[in-house]
């Protein structure tokens, strides 16, 4: 039997988002098209359409696409973006009409020169010196899949026994203890770094007032921090031959032209690393949690599937034991994808949904609403894991969307995959062992998907953990 979906029905369908979008639409429009394409109505002065994007992008961009048609203009603070959806705007990510290196001077103090702000023949050459640590052998071989293992396995076992608590802050600390873990910090430092971490991130707020404790003045020293931290522990890595971990394979890493990552390089990387690979599968696992605690019908079966398993899994060969829990990984990033869009720069002028589109164009492709379409997924609105189930292919390029696509396809697709069916493991494993089950807190209400950037849970969201029948 299907079941509807109650958790966090999708935001599409929610009727105040329907009144607002069917709002802009009845508003006065000085200009309709550009270049022929349409202006979506409703945009405000200076602030362009930011304020009914804020929160739903993909819900507003959805809709929206369901009045003009998949391409049309959008204003927000940073000037005009042309929307693409469907294949033309997925086949964008593919960077050869395309470039990503706008994000260089859009974020030089968050993102700077890394792998996600390179193109062409440099992307390549640092690509390829960093993707062995993060193939399913080299997560193996380097030990990060037992380490992610032990922290997950740990994290787990210290949730409260009573009382309602909030998921999404205990994953979002075991992801960044991971990450960290992984690249070779003590764990007694840990509590420091996730410190300088947070200020670091409060780089992305768009506040610029350089003040003593601003988020800006805080960004920077954590920035600093971090930097000269990750310095000292490469400089000690390279003076231990053998060190495992994502460190030593980054170290010991050749790209196709034979040449070692330089400190600067590998700087900037690992500061990427720790931003892009936590607060994503941080959520994912949240969500997943939150699905449990409404649906029994999958409890049971990940239950059974993770007491079946002699532990959590560190290999490919491992993973294959838990089809259930990695059908669960899909459906939730499909039904609650971490990244809504993601944006491109037209490198030459080029034709969109049959319309003439200029160089230099900055282009939205918003990847979380692949898994919404029914062309690719039948009855998107239901969330059903037996989708992925008994496959012989692995999952097309658009079903995976949620990671990206092309070049810049996510590096750590692998590192999350086996995070979070290790994470759902535990879970199961670890309340099935104390006899209870989750539950959405009394009074809590199913919680909806929100993007503010990430689409995480509401952090208010509790679950608690109760006598399971
Ligand atoms: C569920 C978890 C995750 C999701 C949904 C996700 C999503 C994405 C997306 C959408 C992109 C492409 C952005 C673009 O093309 O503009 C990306 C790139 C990237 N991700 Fe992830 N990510 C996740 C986990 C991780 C983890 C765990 C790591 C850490 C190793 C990581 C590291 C990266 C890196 C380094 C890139 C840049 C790749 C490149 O430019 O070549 N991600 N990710």
Redesign the pocket.
Known sequence: MRHGFVAGRCELSSPSMQALTNLLFQLPQKETHRDGIPILPGGLPLVGHAPFNIGSPLTFLRNAASKVGPLFWTKNMGGWSLVCMGEPGFEL?KNRVTS?EFIREQAPDFIGDS??SRDGVP?RNL?SAMSGA?TPRGLTSSGAAAISAEVIEASVASLPQQGPFSLLAETQKLALDI?FRIMGIDRSELDAWNRNYRDFVMGALPVRIDLPFSPARRASRGRRWLDARLASLISAARGKPDMKGTLAALLAARDEEGNALGDADLIQ?LR??AL??HE??AS?MAWLGIVLAQRPDLWEKLRDESMAAPGLPRSPEELKRHPFAEALFREV?RMY???AF?AREATEDLVLHGRRVRRGTMITVP?GAYGYDPAFFPEPENFDPSRWMGRRVPPSAIETA???G????????H??WV??VQFATAFARELTRRGVRPQLAPGAAPPKLRHLPFGQPPKKTRLELVRAA
């Not at 092309?406 to 697709?413: A, I, M, N, R, V």
């Open positions: 990510l990503s792998l996600l992307h690509r993060f990450i990387n990427l690393l892009a690979g994503t599968s994912v990033l994808p971490p990244v993601t990847i949620a990671f990206g092309g070049p810049h396809f996510c590096l750590g697709y590192l999350a995070e979070v």
